[in-house]
């Protein structure tokens, strides 16, 4: 691993400042270890999921792993981008009545719900430049306007992978097919679901009944430029 002091400095920080904290939860390997660092450092932690549609087998597998481990049940929320697949009909009719959300609205419902103010977030600097920028230039690991900090923030993916073999941790099961944990409606994602996971692909295609036009266009190669396609971005 890296520098051992500075890889948990964020989270020492931040427990330093409070006892409660909230952890958005995908069950990719980022989100894996900001998790079980949050369970080690806080008194209470509360997890939430945001969901892309039907809670898929392999999500509730995941979710199943945490409240076993952790002893708490995750909250299971709308992500914002599943507003927008919905209210403007990707593969699928249109609803104008649904409204669009933001991520500040879905931090606003479950401070709310939970009365918990601090969300830990699992962006890394290595992520990218854009994450670097935001991480380093808006406050820093531990940002006291926003509310967040960044547990993972100077990790390397190795780092990262180390931990979790280390810790025994369960990743998302899916990202053995899809390289990541479940985010998109893109044509190699949803032709891995099928082709691995049958009955999560019937459930998806019960919400987005045209699903399977994605797949035929990764199939026979055809690009898909519909902006609305693009993979769910994590909150700036």
């Known amino acids: 691993m890296a520098a051992t002091t500075l890889l948990f400095d964020g989270v020492r920080t931040a427990a330093t400042i409070t006892r409660r904290v909230i952890v958005f939860y995908s069950g990719g390997k980022d989100s894996a270890v900001t998790l079980d660092l949050c369970a080690r450092y806080f008194d209470e932690v509360r997890v939430v999921f945001m969901q892309l549609g039907p809670v898929l087998s392999f999500q509730r597998a995941c979710l199943s792993w945490v409240e076993e481990r952790y002893g708490v049940a995750p909250l299971v929320v709308p992500h914002p981008m599943l507003a927008e697949w919905l209210r403007y009909g990707t593969y699928r009719q249109p609803d104008y009545e649904l409204p669009l959300i933001s991520f ?133």
């Open 104 to 236: 500040l609205d879905v931090y606003t419902h479950v401070r709310s719900v939970t009365g918990i103010w601090w969300i830990a977030a699992g962006e890394r600097i290595a992520d990218s430049i854009v994450r670097r920028a935001m991480i380093k230039g808006d406050g820093g690991v531990v940002n006291d306007r926003r509310g967040r900090f960044f547990p993972v923030a100077h990790w390397s993916k190795a780092d990262v992978m180390s931990y979790i073999r280390h810790h025994r941790l369960k990743i998302a099961p899916e990202s053995r097919h899809l390289g990541f944990s479940f985010r998109s409606l893109m044509g190699r994602d949803m032709y891995q679901i099928r082709k691995f996971y049958p009955g999560d692909y019937e459930m998806l295609r019960s919400w987005f009944p045209l699903v399977g036009t994605a797949v035929a266009q990764y199939e026979f190669g055809l690009t898909v430029t519909d902006a609305s396609m693009r993979s769910p971005q994590r909150a700036e």
